[in-house]
């Protein structure tokens, strides 16, 4: 810290039990403000347990969206740069400035495809907060009102690098940033939760893709869904969808939602969208996602045209 008038000695004595800090084992990308220009946090008083994740994860806002960053590898989640001293001929000097805080950390095993993901985040305006290895969440105390803020990241800092496979390693990516530099290490504290970090739903969101398979008719239409983590000529098929993930809507010419069934056929990923009464031709509909795990926000722009 740099030295203030109104700086006082703080007492040193400790509790007889004091939590230890555990090394961070994940991340979450976390805009600092919403499109409203509120400070995303965790609010005093919050209950944070698996549906506060799930809520959190799965945010219709993506500005208001936790991007986790699972299983990262030797994480230094904020290591001090060199202080800047000015020293006088006279061998004394004085602290002008604290160093830098820098972040860095390994995605083990990824994809170039991956790398694309993370260099979205580099022009933005991103916090991070981290879970623990003990489950605890770790992020900044910026007032004292008990809210607890995601770790500014300095704008324009962040950079993701990828090192290529080789006989005796994986294809791995080290994403790196500094605290902006207004941020204190001694705020940094940790969030208690409930949270059964083991489970399966607690995942970042993958993005679907929708191709319209043959014609539209008055009766039905078929859909394929996939991702495009593969191969360039793979289209992973994204299976398990039932008729509650999605709803359906007349967009011209009387807009309305549109009653429907949609089953997989024995493609995999492609179902058929079964109308609960016949359409019109020249009709055109528009259908809708959601699902925890899952962008489904693209697949807005097909047009649905009944032939």
């Given amino acids: ?7 006082s000695m703080q007492n040193t004595g400790l509790p007889s039990c004091v939590s230890s800090i555990t090394e961070a ?5 976390v805009p600092l403000v919403d499109t409203a220009g509120l400070a995303n946090k965790i609010a005093v008083g919050a209950v944070v347990d698996n549906a506060f994740m799930l809520l959190r994860l799965n945010d219709s806002d993506p500005s208001q969206r936790w991007y986790p960053l699972k299983d990262i590898k030797n994480v230094q989640t904020g290591t001090p740069g060199e202080a800047v001293y000015k020293e006088w001929d006279d061998r ?6 604290d160093g830098v805080r820098s972040a860095e950390f390994t995605h083990a095993n990824k994809s170039p495809k991956f790398l694309g993901i993370l260099e979205s985040f ?6 991070v907060f981290y879970r623990t290895r003990s489950g605890r969440i770790r992020g900044y105390k910026a007032d004292e009102t008990g809210d607890l803020y995601p770790i500014s990241i300095q704008q324009g800092s962040m950079s993701s690098m990828e090192t290529d496979a080789t006989s ?10 500094d605290w902006s530099f207004d941020m204190q290490g001694s705020n940094v504290r940790e ?10 739903l607690l995942i970042g969101r993958l993005d679907v893709t929708m191709e319209l398979v043959g014609t539209p008719n008055v009766n039905y239409f078929d859909a394929k869904f996939y991702h495009t983590h593969g191969e ?10 039932i008729t509650s993930v999605f709803s359906l809507a007349e967009v011209t010419p009387t807009p309305g ?18 109308f609960a009464a016949p359409t019109t031709i020249a009709d055109v509909l528009q259908l809708t996602g959601t699902k925890n795990g899952f962008d489904f926000a693209t697949i807005e722009d097909v047009v649905i045209t009944i032939a």
């Fill in 1 to 7: 810290m740099i030295c203030e008038c109104d700086n």
């Fill in 25 to 29: 084992v994940e991340a979450f990308l």
């Fill in 191 to 200: 969030w208690k939760n409930t949270v059964n970090w083991a489970s399966p």
């Fill in 168 to 177: 005796s390693d994986f294809y791995n990516i080290v994403t790196r940033f």
């Fill in 232 to 241: 360039i000529n793979l289209k992973e098929p994204i299976t398990g969808l």
């Fill in 257 to 274: 939602a549109v009653s429907f069934t949609a089953a997989e056929t024995a493609t995999e990923g492609t179902y058929r969208f079964t």
């Fill in 92 to 97: 004394t000097k004085g602290k002008v400035a």
């Fill in 122 to 127: 580099e022009c933005s305006a991103m916090g």
